[in-house]
């Protein structure tokens, strides 16, 4: 039996108290779509409260406004696009004592959801089809460990779409989280929690990986342990994950065809508006593929002798290449992208792995605590690091590799030195310059580009 909700005038009165001038109301949360809020707050020295609605459903809210509690009148037509809108009430201009109640509407309004009003995209799309590399991109090793796809070539209304997917709350079972939740462009498109928090508030069981350059890795594969063979392979696993999002690929054909605008998105990315997952699929990993990061300090250095970095910089790098002391880190960490070529490797991070990585899948013990890297770029916004999240800092992980490794059967050649674990004793002021170092690797455009930006639109 339905709970009976208390009466408004019940609602009101306890709420009146709080202001001389306004009382305010929001339908009872047993009136209200699951994973829907709305509140009203009332800012000290200000007449008039704001509110803010959470309803990833995409529904119209009206805002009403009355003297007596008797006679309404409509104040403002609101509508939430994917998820939360925060806006001030507007005044009537009657003065005296207002009360306001905001109602929900509860049948969606094609009609407002068009690409123009519910989307922020700019015309012509933005350029994501030919994105300007450096030299050293264009030609092996990194050239040949780019993993695009013959038949899914990144054009500009592919990854458009995939954008607008990526920042979907549809897109998980109960509409709270999307793609971004867990990969947030201002930390790399990676998430500064330890384990990400996925649609019900259930735990990953590793740590978020960074997107910035997924598209050159010489083994292709994806994941920390390299389950998923293609980035399009990899892009629909999320979706159906327990944890992550917790949807079925027919949910999602049905849910992104039941939103007007992606008609459009979708025949402009792939001639007509028939939504599939296999299309989601190609427009996500487009989308994934165009996040490049070729803007850094050291990319300006690799074009003018590192002359633009610190003294303190070049001996980092000096330090990495394994110029001074005896770090190996370009052996995983080689090429201008900062990944590694034909090998998955063990770096010897705990004896016996908790996490097996390759070896929970392949069951063999010589699999134990292989992991992929992604690409050391924006590595200081991506905190915290390893699968498990370990290490809150880049200075815990060169004191890691300093002195921490540990002697695991299959740690990876270049972390030993005649078949003992490899110490590189490298003094502080040394460990700072690595760290340093790992900071020019740091993108100052990617972070805030506004082409891998939320494109939703959030106010009315
Ligand atoms: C609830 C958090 C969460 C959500 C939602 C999520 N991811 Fe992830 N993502 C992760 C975690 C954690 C990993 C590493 C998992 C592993 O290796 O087992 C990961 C790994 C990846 C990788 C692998 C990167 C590499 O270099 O191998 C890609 C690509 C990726 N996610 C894209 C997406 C896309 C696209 C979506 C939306 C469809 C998405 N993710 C949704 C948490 C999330
Ligand atoms: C033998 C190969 C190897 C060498 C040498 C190596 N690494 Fe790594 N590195 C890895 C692997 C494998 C991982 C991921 C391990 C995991 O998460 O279980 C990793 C992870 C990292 C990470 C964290 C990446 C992330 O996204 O969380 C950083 C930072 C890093 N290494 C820096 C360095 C530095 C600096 C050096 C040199 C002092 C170095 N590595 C040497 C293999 C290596």
Request: charged share 15%.
């Amino acid at each position: 039996m339905k709970t009976q909700a208390p009466s408004l005038r019940q609602r009101l009165s306890t709420l009146a108290a709080l202001s001389l001038l306004t009382a305010t109301t929001c339908p009872a949360s047993s009136e209200l779509p699951s994973g829907s809020g709305c509140a009203f707050d009332l800012r000290p020295g200000e007449a008039l409260p704001r509110l803010t609605l959470t309803d990833p459903g995409n529904h119209g809210w009206i805002i009403q406004s009355s003297p007596d509690l008797l006679t309404w009148s409509t104040a403002q037509s609101l509508r939430v696009f994917n998820g939360s809108l925060r806006t001030s009430i507007l005044a009537d201009g009657t003065g005296g004592t207002r009360y306001f109640r905001a109602l929900h509407v509860p049948t969606p309004d094609a009609a407002l959801s068009t690409e123009a009003l519910a989307l922020n995209l700019p015309t012509p799309a933005a350029n994501f089809a030919n994105p300007l590399l450096p030299p050293a991109f264009l030609v092996p090793p990194i050239s040949n460990q780019d993993n695009t796809p013959a038949n899914n070539p990144v054009t500009n209304a592919g990854a458009t779409l995939g954008r607008v997917l990526f920042y979907d709350k549809r897109l998980s079972l109960n509409q709270t989280v999307s793609c971004s939740s867990c990969h947030q462009q201002a930390h790399g498109f990676s998430d500064p929690a330890k384990f990400s928090t996925g649609f019900q508030g259930g735990l990953t069981g590793r740590n978020s990986m960074g997107l910035a350059n997924a598209r050159w890795y010489q083994r292709r594969a994806f994941f920390w342990d390299e389950r998923a063979a293609t980035l399009e392979a990899q892009v629909l696993q999320p979706i159906q994950n327990a944890t992550e999002m917790g949807m079925t690929l027919t949910e999602l054909e049905t849910r992104i065809s039941a939103e007007p605008f992606y008609s459009t998105l979708f025949t402009k990315a792939f001639g007509s508006s028939t939504v599939t997952s296999d299309r989601i699929s190609r427009a996500l990993a487009q989308f994934v593929r165009s996040i490049i990061s070729t803007n850094t300090k050291f990319d300006t250095g690799a074009a003018t002798a590192f002359a633009n970095f610190t003294a303190q910089e070049n001996l980092g790098r000096q330090i990495f290449n394994g110029q001074i002391g005896p770090a190996t880190c370009t052996a995983c960490h080689g090429t201008d992208n900062f990944v590694p070529g034909p090998a998955i490797n063990n770096n010897g991070l705990e004896i016996p792995y908790i996490d097996k990585g390759v070896g929970a899948i392949s069951g063999r013990a010589q699999d134990e605590g292989l992991f992929k890297v992604p690409s050391l770029r924006n590595i200081a916004l991506t905190a915290p690091y390893m699968h498990d999240g370990r290490f809150a800092t880049l200075e815990e992980v060169v004191e890691f590799y300093n002195s921490g490794v540990v002697d695991h059967p299959n740690l990876s050649p270049p972390l030993r030195r005649n078949n003992q674990v490899l110490r590189l004793n490298l003094t502080t002021a040394q460990k700072a310059a690595l760290v340093a170092f790992l900071k020019t690797l740091s993108d100052t455009s990617l972070p805030t580009d506004a082409r891998f930006s939320d494109p939703f639109r959030y106010g009315p």
